[in-house]
């Protein structure tokens, strides 16, 4: 697709820029909070994420729903919060291309805050291991022994 | 953006690209909303490639039909009105379009042939399948009835399939304007060999070494259009059925065209001489022109 570009402009930026500033207020009653830096690494991470999944995003992203969905998390902490982010947003565009769109953003959140707080226990790394089907399974309430 | 002039719309000069690039933008992303039904804030770049063909083929119907004047703006709102203004004019189209398929869909009732009633079917499928709000550009349908020429492929969505059925509903009225007596015309006796000699000519033309041979055998011994039919199943294979084909005059071409299309749905020749005979066809009659060229 040549005619539109992944990257996003200055003011598309400063808006997503502007909205994970405001996520901070619900995250920091968790102990989690985005320095200036990490937010403009996860914007230009999100045009990245977009990019190598070949998809276009029309709205302001999934990480501010992604810190709606995590920060109350006990796997995370102040040290991980910014590379969990980073992979989560990752894995986000990864499953939604899996799915090829037959999940909603707010389903497919749903699904990985599920497996993230279960069978994951906070591993990123076991995350990116499962399958769509997996994650949809598991997050359903399937047999997690029988899925590992 | 700076697709959009190749997609067919290629809006008013008084605006610089610039602008021209903001205003559809705005009126894409405002499609891909209502496309994910807010589901989804993200969507596969092919998908979002198809919304842009789509919207700028609606542009185009809505700029045709105000007679390619530039609107007054491109705010956001006078772009949204533009596009609805398209929409309506493809659903005028869409409904001509059913009109055409209504009246192809009798002729076919009435024949045999089977390939075009597969045509037929398959723009009912179109019509079944076709996403005007979102999707106007594309063609949700197999269209492979061999035209010669072929429809020009630059035409998309609903100027597609409208010029595909004037096609076939030309096509249709060549065909009928056989006179009921042109067996009788057209073969000089139309007298028929009996079964033996039949198959004593079977076998001599079998013998043939040349090409050249074979047909002068045919040319000398047919006289009927059931002898003509019965060599072609027996004794004609590729190339040659296609070589004896164009010693027929278009009239004996047209016959032996009727006479297929009686045979029982499904009917093919050992030889498959009457796919040569329809490729045939279609190369003599040429370009057709459509009689209200919207597209």
């Known amino acids: 697709m040549n005619e539109f570009s992944n990257s996003l402009s200055i003011a598309q930026k400063k808006a997503a820029a502007a909205e994970l500033s405001r996520c901070n207020e619900l995250s920091s009653r968790f102990g989690l909070t985005l320095s200036d830096e990490q937010i403009e690494e996860l914007v230009s991470a999100r045009a990245g994420a977009l990019g190598d999944t070949g998809r276009m995003e029309f709205g302001g992203g999934a990480l501010p729903k992604l810190i709606e969905a995590f920060c109350d998390s006990a796997y995370i902490t102040q040290e991980s919060y910014a590379d969990t982010l980073l992979e989560l947003q990752d894995s986000f565009y990864y499953f939604k291309n899996e799915s090829e769109d037959s999940i909603s953003d707010d389903e497919l959140i749903e699904y990985m805050r599920d497996m993230f707080e279960g069978v994951c226990a906070g591993s990123l790394e076991y995350m990116s291991q499962l399958t769509l089907d997996e994650l949809c399974r598991g997050a359903r309430g399937g047999d997690y022994k029988e899925l590992f | ?295």
Request: aromatic share 10%.
């Open chain 2, 1 to 295: 953006m700076e697709g959009a002039t190749e997609r067919g719309y290629a809006p008013a000069k008084r605006f610089d690209d610039a602008e021209i690039q903001r205003a559809l933008w705005e009126l894409l992303r405002r499609r891909a909303v209502r496309y994910a039904k807010g589901e989804s804030s993200s969507l596969p770049n092919e998908r979002v490639n198809s919304l842009f063909t789509s919207l700028c083929f609606v542009l185009r119907a809505a700029s045709r039909a105000k007679g390619f004047t530039p609107p007054d703006s491109l705010e956001p709102d006078v772009m949204e009105s533009l596009f609805w203004q398209g929409e309506r004019e493809l659903e005028k189209k869409v409904k001509f379009g059913r009109e055409l398929l209504r009246l192809a869909h009798a002729h076919g009732q009435r024949l045999k042939n089977e390939e075009y009633r597969y045509a037929i079917a398959e723009v009912e499928s179109f019509f079944a399948r076709y996403d005007i709000l979102y999707f106007a550009a594309d063609i949700p349908c197999m269209v492979d009835y061999p035209f010669s020429p072929p429809v020009d492929e630059s035409l998309s969505g609903i100027d597609y399939i409208l010029e595909y059925l004037r096609r076939l509903l030309k096509e249709r009225e060549i065909e009928e304007y056989i006179p009921e007596n042109a067996e009788n015309i057209i073969f000089s006796d139309n007298a028929r060999m009996d079964d033996e000699a039949l198959r004593r000519l079977i076998a001599e033309l079998g013998e043939c070494r040349h090409l050249s041979d074979k047909l002068a055998l045919a040319g000398r011994a047919l006289h009927s259009l059931s002898d003509a039919f019965e060599v072609l199943s027996s004794a004609f294979w590729g190339d040659e059925a296609t070589a004896l084909l164009n010693t027929f005059s278009e009239g004996e071409l047209l016959l032996l065209a009727r006479a297929v299309k009686e045979k029982p749905a499904g009917w093919h020749s050992a030889t498959g001489w009457e796919n040569r005979l329809l490729k045939l066809q279609r190369e003599k009659r040429g370009a057709i022109s459509p009689k209200t060229p919207e597209a």
